[in-house]
């Protein structure tokens, strides 16, 4: 069965005024350099019968609005079904977010409208250019570089996942390269830079060691893991790309053939169980909220609503200039904010949410996209769990659920678990949503593999 394949950029640099999402609250970090230009890259894989599209776009967070209208304006205007197109975001945070994240990072409706329409010209382009082409898979492991932000000498994945696609020249057309790590390291080079982070400098040293060649970076389960702190330096935050992108050219000298490449692809709700907030909870953000805005009063300020706003409150301060005065006004007023909003429904909302898992397949090789800064051991589970050996699981794709932690995150009420749905507007998740999760990928997949 022979493979049609293209590849297509567009390009995502927002125009002057947009907010960068992530580090802080209320910073109004709107970029004020362009260090590297923001893209939105697709590949289209066609066997003849069915068709998939993965699309690679260098934002925080996409909402389910923003997909939808991206996976619509594909569908219209080539043969491709909305459910077998993946867009997927890179999560730099020195890139904005088209999707909410209360308080760190506006969305700019006009941007959020336009980067649609980007991403979706991106999809079409590669669909037009389509060509004959073999597809080839493999995989390499990287350790040592990262680490487990949750607890010590937690679980990592050191998985590099890779396929590269060649013309009928055997000339490198297209690669993805799927890792899990946050993309930080290189935001120290300037807060408000746009800059895709270190994906961005692995699709790049991928480009130039094979000229012609267009690359997709698609982030993976990074919800619990960054590099290692010794990156987050000037002088050494480039190392951390270089090695990754040194490994993926180990892993494409070493790849295969896809066998049989037939294409399959699924689409499933999760439903997610969830908990309602209590009003004890919520009162008790709101009355410190409304005492520390009245009063100004920083006494005991990490004690509270600051126990898990950031990863490192310590550290938050620095985002304001080292003022605890405005760090504390900006974690006062999103406490106020967050409890506003969900008093609204906080005793008629339903206690689950629904996700979308969803599963591409061409051949042999397997990939595996969620809604959430999922966490390692339940990308590990879903590995262990499938068994085959070509599996990419990437985060941040289709929707944004924000952090799906893990029961031992759950039971510590950590940032990811008890802060990331106050940010996101939901209701924080239970000890069981991560293998809820987990099931309704690995369904998914068994469906892809029987389409």
Known sequence: MALQIGVARTRLTPPWGVELAGLGYYLKRTWQRIRDDLAATA???????????????????????????????????????????????????????????????????????????????????????????????????????????????????????VWRADDAQGRPLAAVVNFQAHPTVMMHLGLTDVSRDWPGQVTDLLEEAYPGLTALYLQGACGDINFNHSFEHPTHCHEPGRAIAAKALEAFASSRTVDAPRIGHASRAVSLPTRRWTRAEIQRDREEAEYRLSTGDTTGWRDGLARVIVNYPDKLPERYGGDLDKTVQAIARFGKEWTDQILLDVDTRPETLTAEGQALRVGDAWLSANPSEFFTSLALDLRRQWGRDELMVVGYANDSIGYLPDAYDVERRSYAAYQSPKFKNQFPFVAESGEAMVNGLLAALEESTVS
């Open 43 to 161: 590949l289209v894989i066609d066997d003849g019968e069915r068709l998939i599209a993965l699309i690679a776009v260098d934002l925080m967070y996409s909402d389910r609005d923003f997909v939808q209208t991206v996976r619509t304006l594909v569908s219209v205007h080539t043969n491709l079904y909305p459910e077998a197109i993946c867009v997927a975001c890179s999560h730099s945070h020195n890139t904005p977010t088209v999707a909410i994240i209360r308080g760190a990072g506006e969305i700019d409706p006009e941007y959020q409208s336009w980067a649609a329409r980007q991403a979706a010209t991106a999809a079409i382009l590669a669909w037009k250019q389509r060509q004959p082409a073999t597809l080839r898979v493999g995989h390499a492991d990287i350790a040592g570089w990262t680490f487990n932000r949750t607890r010590e000498n937690g679980p990592v994945d050191p998985r590099i996942g």
